[in-house]
């Protein structure tokens, strides 16, 4: 949209003319720009600590990486390819200047945002810069799938092939949950309003909501938790849909035509899988009487919004494929979360203690590592921290031999500290991984295109495993150095006087 206009000064003065006929000298911005004023306000506070943050990240860089990039050739960047403005101007990399930060936390917290831009909420100077915000945020979003994607199939490499998310497609659900449902229609499935009828007495309260009565049609149909479910599947099917009274009639109510033939085996599989996932849920919940089931649902809630991401933004990935992700983790035992951060946490660990060389010993390590804590799992009821911890601890083979007793237990404190950490509530895997690729970009938006910003995004990226996608944040994130470098030459004057009062 600005491409042809920008090629050289001649260029931004015609674009500051353009806006100061329409917005007025920047001695009204205060009144003439209240979004523009909007957003930088809203940035200003936390602007100054990402910049803080951004800074110890360079130095710990250069402590730790010194030693492996030496040798590279300094400048094997990019340029910036079809946009002028980034190699023109050479160094893009942000001294910390005010506006010049504002302006770049400000993009980056604008395209990080889920929801897709809106031409009547963006600030007034970025509005010629809609389209192409709106490509680097879809472009992040795809990122963050990726990345996500690509770490549940990490932390089990063997489970492609058992679960893949075609064969959910081509399969009907496990015998277990249509028997399940049919057990459930047929109202044959033990709750505590069962139990009751045949004379045991027990305080009848729903585990999930802990408030109303528990009886099937309340845990599988009415609770506010699995509501939740229920809505976030109408809405990926974008259609809205009256739940009746029971599983039964629910069940035989259940009719799809209308949503095509490609979705309808998910739109099939649908219920079976909601009624199963809350029926496991609700007894996990009722023996270990915790209140770690809302973790649970949340956790799914998150990564059920990727799919939805992809729903909304209309990304390239096709519906199927992103509703089937939905399903697959929507069956996905909990234990799975366990291990993937478990799996997190040695990796990092790994990482700083600089105890793997390659790759390829990396994901050897972590492939046993993962083979051994699913069967602890699935033999042990109620694992806790410390028993995963021994496990993790013991990685890579032997290292136990080799660490004296008092090291090996404050690295199984480090590690179970990491781990309670990642477990807590709201610190789901979609947050987190999001948040990675915000930090990766934020090493290129301050730091650059060039080398510095490429090792701080790599960094960033290798603690989810997902280095090989440093190409493509670079990619999205330099388009938004090159708005900064425009932005600020063109409105520059504007964005001085609204930050003079904030
Ligand atoms: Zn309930």
């Not at 491409?3 to 003439?32: M, Q, V």
């Not at 402590?63 to 910036?80: A, D, I, S, W």
Request: hydrophobic letters at 45%.
């Amino acid at each position: 949209m600005m491409e042809p206009l920008i090629k050289g000064p001649a260029g931004l003065e015609y674009l500051k003319k353009a806006f100061a006929n329409r917005y007025g000298p920047p001695t009204d911005a205060h009144t003439s720009l209240p979004l523009t004023m909007q957003w930088l306000s809203s940035v200003h506070s936390s602007a100054e600590q990402e910049w803080d943050e951004y800074k110890d990240s360079v130095s710990s860089l250069t402590v730790n990486n010194e030693r492996l990039y030496q040798g590279l050739p300094p400048t094997t960047l990019r340029t910036g390819g079809s946009i002028p403005m980034a190699s023109r101007l050479g160094s893009p990399s942000s001294k910390g200047e005010r506006v010049d930060l504002l302006v770049r936390v400000g993009l980056l917290k604008l395209v990080n945002e889920i929801g897709g831009l809106m031409l009547e909420t963006l600030p007034e100077t970025l509005k010629l810069n809609l389209s192409r915000l709106r490509g680097v945020q879809s472009q992040f979003q795809k990122i963050i799938v990726i990345a996500t994607r690509s770490l549940y199939s990490m932390m089990e490499p063997w489970g492609l092939s058992l679960f893949p998310s075609e064969r959910i497609w081509r399969a009907r659900v496990p015998p277990k949950v249509a028997f399940f449902a049919w057990e459930a229609s047929w109202g044959k499935v033990l709750t505590q309003e069962q139990l009751q009828r045949r004379g045991f007495s027990l305080a009848n309260r729903c585990f999930l909501c802990l408030s109303e009565e528990e009886t099937m049609d309340h845990l599988l149909l009415h609770c506010i938790k699995t509501r939740i479910l229920w809505n976030l599947l109408f809405s990926l099917f974008g259609i809205s849909w009256t739940l009746s009274g029971t599983v039964k009639t629910t069940l035989l109510g259940w009719n799809g035509g209308f949503v095509g033939k490609r979705r309808k085996k998910a739109w099939q599989m649908a219920p079976l899988c909601i009624f199963w996932s809350v029926w496991k849920e609700r007894n996990r919940g009722s023996l270990a009487e915790s209140h770690s089931s809302l973790l649970r649902l949340r956790i799914w809630f998150s990564n059920s919004l990727i799919a939805n991401v992809y729903l909304k933004q209309s990304l390239s990935l096709s519906l199927s494929l992103s509703l089937s992700f939905f399903f697959y983790v929507l069956m996905r035992p909990i234990f799975h979360v366990y291990v993937f951060y478990s799996v997190l946490v040695l990796r990092q660990t790994l990482l700083s203690e600089n105890m793997v060389t390659t790759a390829a010993d990396m994901e050897n390590i972590v492939s046993s590592c993962i083979k051994q804590l699913s069967k602890l799992l699935d033999t042990v009821e109620d694992v806790g921290i410390s028993e995963i911890v021994g496990t993790i601890s013991s990685f890579p083979e032997g290292n136990n031999h080799t660490l004296n007793p008092e090291k090996l237990q404050a690295r199984k404190e480090v590690m179970a500290n990491m781990l309670g950490k990642s477990l807590q509530a709201g610190d789901a895997i979609f947050t987190r991984v999001s948040h990675t690729v915000y930090l990766a970009a934020r090493g290129i938006v301050l730091g650059g295109n060039g080398l510095k910003g490429r090792q701080l995004a790599e960094a960033a990226l290798r603690r989810i495993g997902a280095s090989l996608l440093t190409e493509n944040v670079v990619e999205a994130a330099e388009v938004l150095i090159v708005v900064t470098t425009v932005s600020s030459s063109v409105h520059g004057a504007w964005y001085e006087e609204l930050v003079k009062n904030l």
